[in-house]
């Protein structure tokens, strides 16, 4: 079995939950309004969702292997993986990029076309593929979250390379199974990545041949899993165990947009709207760390970001 295989699964019930650091308590709120447009079953791991052109969500099921299209509030299942998926990202030619791994544990790529039909590509050298951005129109950024490292993939060639392995990417501890390096998205030829475990931003310069530069710390004390920016360069996170979203400024500046009440416990992923009037956020109703009531159903919620008032947002640029 692939050194990927015992690392694939998100799920980590503690025998005792250690009292998190208080990271977001002195945040300043500013909340959404929030509807719920989907609920799932509990112990449905939703992992990570991007919204196509037309509005069409799509949501990865990690521990099902599923791939989920959501239109109108009507959620069915758009492929089926014999294994395990993670990240997700739209692809070239209405296609999806979508990692995870296989049947046996094997950390893989798999694309997925326009009527579900899946082709693989198996990383053997990879532990916990995670994560994943485009880079160019057949280029993908994939988080290994226990490597410590950011694989290179070209779809059109079928083809993975190493693009940068650093401490940075690492966790600090390697019996921890919070993921290190996590969500991942390009920004104005940087690549941000969030490392969940070190409760970092960092960011990473990329030079005309697409190349990393020295990765540096951008922000410390955000327990951030996968992120997405608007226009104005403003950061929406998903904070999983803190059971919250967040927004940031380019400038660092934080605030707290959304909490448990709207239903984001166990939020994973964020993803906007093509118009960026709203925010999509998927959850695995407290999975990784139960909430005290325990495991709820995993939902799919909808941030109004026209309710926000975020005046240090509305001003800011990168």
């Known amino acids: 079995m692939a050194a990927g295989a015992a690392a694939m699964s998100l799920v980590w019930v503690p025998d005792a939950v250690a009292q998190l650091p208080p990271i977001y308590d002195t945040a300043p709120q500013s909340l959404a309004a929030a509807e719920s447009v989907a609920s799932l079953p509990v112990n449905t791991f939703l992992e990570n969702v991007v919204v196509a052109p037309d509005g069409v969500l799509y949501v990865t099921s990690h521990e099902t292997g599923s791939i989920l299209r959501v239109e109108a509030g009507e959620v069915e299942t758009y492929a089926q993986i014999a294994g395990k998926v993670a990240g997700i990202a739209l692809g070239p030619e209405q296609t999806l990029v979508v990692t995870g791994a296989n049947e046996t544990g094997m950390p893989a790529i798999f694309q997925v076309a326009?009527?579900?039909?899946?082709?693989?590509?198996?990383?053997?050298?990879?532990?916990?593929?995670?994560?994943?951005?485009?880079?160019?129109?057949?280029?993908?950024?994939?988080?290994?979250?226990?490597?410590?490292?950011?694989?290179?993939?070209?779809?059109?060639?079928?083809?993975?390379?190493?693009?940068?392995?650093?401490?940075?990417?690492?966790?600090?501890?390697?019996?921890?199974?919070?993921?290190?390096?996590?969500g991942l998205k390009v920004q104005d030829g940087i690549l941000y990545a969030s490392n969940t475990e070190q409760m970092r931003l960092l960011k990473i310069p990329i030079n005309a041949l697409g190349e990393a530069e020295a990765p540096e710390i951008w922000l410390e004390q955000v327990n951030i899993d996968d992120f997405d920016f608007d226009a104005a360069g403003n950061l929406y996170g998903a904070t999983h165990i803190y059971n919250s979203v967040v927004a940031i400024a380019p400038d660092g500046r934080l605030t707290t947009i959304a909490t448990a009440e709207a239903g984001v416990t166990g939020s994973t992923a964020v993803a906007l709207s093509p118009e960026e009037a709203a925010l999509y956020v998927v959850t695995n109703g407290g999975m990784f760390l139960p909430p005290p009531e325990g495991v709820l159903p995993a939902q799919i919620v909808r941030l109004n970001l026209d309710t926000l008032e975020l005046p240090a947002l509305e001003s800011s640029s990168l």
């Not at 160019?136 to 779809?155: F, H, K, N, P």
């Open 114 to 182: 326009a009527d579900g039909a899946v082709e693989t590509l198996l990383l053997p050298d990879a532990v916990f593929l995670n994560g994943v951005t485009p880079l160019s129109e057949t280029q993908y950024l994939v988080a290994d979250s226990y490597l410590g490292a950011i694989w290179q993939v070209d779809v059109a060639r079928q083809t993975a390379s190493m693009w940068l392995e650093h401490p940075l990417l690492a966790r600090a501890n390697a019996e921890n199974p919070i993921p290190g390096v996590n």
